[in-house]
């Protein structure tokens, strides 16, 4: 079975700071990772998701995150935060297969501080 | 191209009632997912979809229902609402099988319901 474990429930930078989210995951199969953003009383949002074609993916609104296999690690990075990317995001893993079912992490909310 | 839309946004029941919740996929997707998100117990997976088939279902007491038509649109049911059903529901529609499985969902913006 998959797992997502988000360390750090409430992370808090200054504008301007770099933001690292951390990510890891337990799978028994190759993962198919994905971070996602929520803002206030809305949905989830795909910010980025992990294609074998390379390690280190780049997301939208200057996120990133680097995938390792050794560390089991999928943490979300942005070199310089923005008071906009204050949210609370979630890292996912997917079962694969036929089937389509995403395990998420408890989530880590962002605070930006001025 | 439009979303997933969730009808209806904000839903207050009383204990004991039953609810129906509706998602409408994105064009094109045939798989549809539901989500329950709570304070302390997060994101959730209730139920997976497709071509009218329950192919998953989560760990949630039978009271808990879904199913979905032959236009894709999926609805989800509670009956005998509890209080700790509070929470925001989310649906999530992907491509389906044939996809590569690293294919993202595509999230509504939620039903919140509040049972009193």
């Known amino acids: 079975a998959q797992s997502v474990t988000q360390l750090g429930s409430h992370v808090s930078v200054s504008e301007g700071a770099l933001v690292l989210l951390r990510c890891n995951y337990s799978?028994?199969?190759?993962?198919?990772l994905f971070w996602y953003v929520q803002y206030p009383n809305q949905g989830l949002q795909l910010l980025l998701k992990?294609?074998?074609?390379?390690?280190l993916v780049k997301g939208i609104n200057g996120f990133e995150a680097e995938f390792k296999k050794s560390e089991t690690s999928f943490h979300l990075t942005k070199p310089s935060a923005h008071m906009s990317d204050a949210a609370e995001y979630f890292c996912?893993?997917?079962?694969?297969?036929?089937?389509?079912?995403?395990?998420f992490g408890k989530g880590t909310l962002l605070t930006v501080n001025p | 191209k439009a979303g997933v839309t969730q009808t209806p946004r904000y839903l207050i029941k009383t204990r004991g009632q039953q609810v129906t919740l509706s998602c409408s996929p994105i064009?094109?997707?045939?798989?549809v997912s539901w989500y329950q998100q709570t304070p302390g117990q997060g994101l959730q997976f209730l139920f997976e979809?497709?071509?009218?088939?329950?192919?998953n279902k989560g760990n949630f007491p039978g009271r808990f229902s879904g199913r979905q038509f032959s236009n894709s649109r999926s609805e989800m049911n509670v009956s005998t609402l509890e209080l700790g059903d509070s929470a925001l529901y989310l649906c999530?529609?992907?491509?389906?099988?044939?996809?590569?499985?690293?294919?993202?969902?595509?999230f509504g913006q939620g039903t919140r319901l509040t049972v009193v």
């Open positions: 999530a529609s992907s491509l389906g099988p044939g996809a590569e499985a690293n294919t993202e969902a595509f």
């Open positions: 799978s028994s199969v190759p993962p198919y």
């Open positions: 992990y294609t074998s074609a390379a390690t």
């Open positions: 996912a893993v997917n079962s694969g297969g036929s089937n389509y079912k995403l395990t």
């Open positions: 064009s094109g997707h045939r798989s």
């Open positions: 979809y497709f071509s009218e088939t329950q192919r």
